[in-house]
């Protein structure tokens, strides 16, 4: 973000993913997990439930998600000291991110948050097909594996 304004502005930037993941709009048939978060090398699930508007959640943030049983969307930080937050939205449906602090951003200054989104099957696993091993997502697990590097641990 760029302020172009003759003034100072304070500013907290923020990325977002949600509210919901894919079907989770309808509650009957949703497959939605609580919002999940590794934080100082723990998983760690909140509940949407007993969220009333923002809750911020600090200490070293790896990655933050939305998952269902198979899916899962991810937000992995780059910039060092990102907090993460969870909202609840309308209809009870989570909002998971990550943000800065709150900056004074100078008249012509600019600031930017780096993240990395990941979005893809969220159940871990490895098969063999024709002598070769590959591996999936494992969100679930506790980290993200891509492409056979993990991320986030």
């Known amino acids: 973000m760029q ?11 923020s990325l977002a993913w949600g509210p919901g993941l894919r079907n989770s709009k ?7 997990h ?15 439930e007993k969220v009333n508007g923002v ?12 998952q269902d049983t198979y899916f899962v969307a991810a937000l992995l ?7 993460a937050f969870v909202e609840k939205a309308k209809e009870g449906q989570p909002i998971v991110g990550l ?14 948050l780096k993240a990395k989104a990941f979005a893809g099957r969220g159940i871990s696993t ?15 697990a506790g980290s993200i ?5 993990r991320c986030g641990s």
Do not use: M, Y
């Open 77 to 83: 930080p780059e910039n060092e000291g990102l907090s």
């Open 145 to 149: 594996s891509w492409r056979g590097r």
């Open 3 to 13: 302020n172009l304004s003759d003034g100072e502005v304070a500013v907290q930037p």
């Open 99 to 112: 943000s800065e602090t709150k900056k004074v951003l100078q008249p012509g200054g600019e600031l930017g």
């Open 55 to 66: 809750k911020a959640i600090s200490g070293k943030i790896s990655w933050t998600a939305l």
């Open 126 to 140: 490895s098969f063999e097909r024709k002598g070769r091993t590959s591996t999936r997502s494992s969100i679930l």
């Open 34 to 48: 609580p919002p999940t978060l590794w934080v100082d090398g723990k998983r760690v699930q909140e509940d949407i």
């Open 26 to 32: 309808d509650k009957k048939a949703t497959t939605i």
